[in-house]
């Protein structure tokens, strides 16, 4: 397979075999069962080793969850197990350390840290990886607003231009906020315990999203600066809009010359010559499809007709991959598959292929650096909305986790 500029990335698609998640329930029913012996006999004076088992736990959980998205990358990378996995392998680590960090201090200081404590520190897991990771959060923010204001000059003032300006104000408006109330509980038990539930819930819900963005960012990066293995069949270039007189527009022309230069690159290091594949249907605005401009430009660029598969029917990326997929499999039901299209779009287009059943490498092409965190952004949101089901599940048990928890804690 490729060489990768990251070469802790292993290659994509070299494995079969989708990672189990049966070590990591096997896990957390150890660390569960360990917990419930600690409460039995007393947290009082179980707490350090309760602590000193959450630590364990975390940071095994935590080693799992980044092999789980090495392998992940290997069987499918462009899923939202390899942004799980990588997010929340991340905050695993931050509940090692909060944890390590509370088993130093019962050691050292038992009459100060007591059993309430391990609980408390469960509680503050979410608060806790916010404040760890803020620096990077606080950094990008930034950086998000900087492209944005940028973007907006240079591209106009419309909404969708605003994206990165919004998420900005809400990642650091959100610690902000529940930085601000978590201290201001006061009033009866009653009172305190539901404000304590308030502020739970809204750290479960960030921590989510956080984990989430982290993942996707991280996982967006490794796919945009992924090189194909040189022995490509075929390479799918996705449109993506085309100028009024039919001629592609910078951005599309940018995913073509990009499919060029890898099928020069191959041709050049195997002899292997593969056929572009120009997908896009045409929009009511425009003259000719997406796809016979693509084909019009292949051919002024000296790409002969014959090595030219058009796809002119599809209207979205799941089209592209879909109608794309018939087309290749009718001349070679073995096609090796890969794709063009801009660098922040490579993951969530390797998400469709694999929607459509295909397996196909993703290239990415540059794009102006204040155009790219914006539109980053954009397939962040387009991302969450697939898969809701999933994600209603997993956020529900994080909030149910967190409520639940935040009972048990003034019972206790």
Not at 265 to 290: C, M, N, P, R, W
Request: a positive charge; one cysteine or more; hydrophobic letters at 50%.
């Amino acid at each position: 397979m490729a060489k990768h500029k990251f070469i802790w990335i292993p290659a994509f698609y070299s494995s079969s075999k989708k990672p189990s998640m049966r070590p990591l329930m096997l896990l957390t029913i150890a660390a569960v069962l360990a917990m419930v012996g600690c409460f039995i006999g007393g947290m009082e004076k179980y707490s350090a080793v309760a602590s000193l088992v959450m630590a364990i736990y975390a940071l095994c959980a935590s080693i799992w969850l980044f092999i789980a998205f090495r392998r992940q990358i290997k069987y499918d990378p462009y899923t939202h197990n390899t942004i799980f996995f990588i997010g929340f392998g991340l905050f695993g680590v931050s509940v090692a350390l909060t944890y390590l960090l509370l088993f130093i201090d019962i050691v050292s200081q038992p009459d100060v840290y007591r059993g309430l404590m391990v609980i408390n520190t469960i509680l503050g897991s979410a608060k806790a990886f916010m404040f760890f990771s803020f620096p990077f959060l606080f950094v990008f923010s930034i950086a998000l607003c900087v492209s944005n204001i940028s973007l907006i000059r240079h591209e106009g003032k419309r909404i969708v231009n605003l994206l990165g300006i919004v998420l900005s104000f809400l990642l650091l408006g959100g610690c902000v906020f529940l930085y601000a109330v978590d201290y201001m509980a006061s009033g009866s038990w009653f009172e305190v315990m539901m404000h304590d539930m308030l502020t739970n819930l809204l750290a479960a819900i960030y921590l989510y999203f956080e984990c989430m963005l982290i993942g996707a960012i991280i996982c967006g990066a490794i796919a945009a600066k992924h090189e194909p293995a040189m022995d490509l069949d075929y390479v799918i270039i996705l449109g993506c809009g085309i100028r009024r007189d039919g001629t592609p527009t910078p951005l599309l022309r940018g995913r073509i010359d990009r499919a060029i230069s890898f099928a020069k690159a191959q041709q050049e290091a195997t002899g292997k010559e593969l056929i572009f594949v120009t997908s896009g249907g045409q929009g009511s605005d425009e003259i000719i499809s997406e796809s016979t401009s693509m084909k019009r430009y292949l051919m002024e660029q000296g790409i002969p007709e014959e090595r030219i598969l058009e796809e002119d029917k599809s209207t979205n990326t799941l089209e592209n991959m879909q109608f794309s997929k018939e087309k290749i499999l009718a001349q070679n039901p073995n096609a090796k598959i890969g794709f063009s299209t801009n660098n922040y779009h490579v993951f969530r287009s390797g998400y469709f292929a694999s929607a459509a059943g295909m397996k196909a490498e993703g290239m990415g092409s540059k794009t102006k650096w204040y155009f790219w965190p914006n539109a980053a952004v954009r397939e962040f949101i387009g991302l969450l909305t697939k898969q809701k089901g999933r994600q209603i599940l997993i956020l529900g048990s994080m909030i149910a986790f967190y409520l639940i928890l935040t009972v048990v804690a003034y019972v206790e």
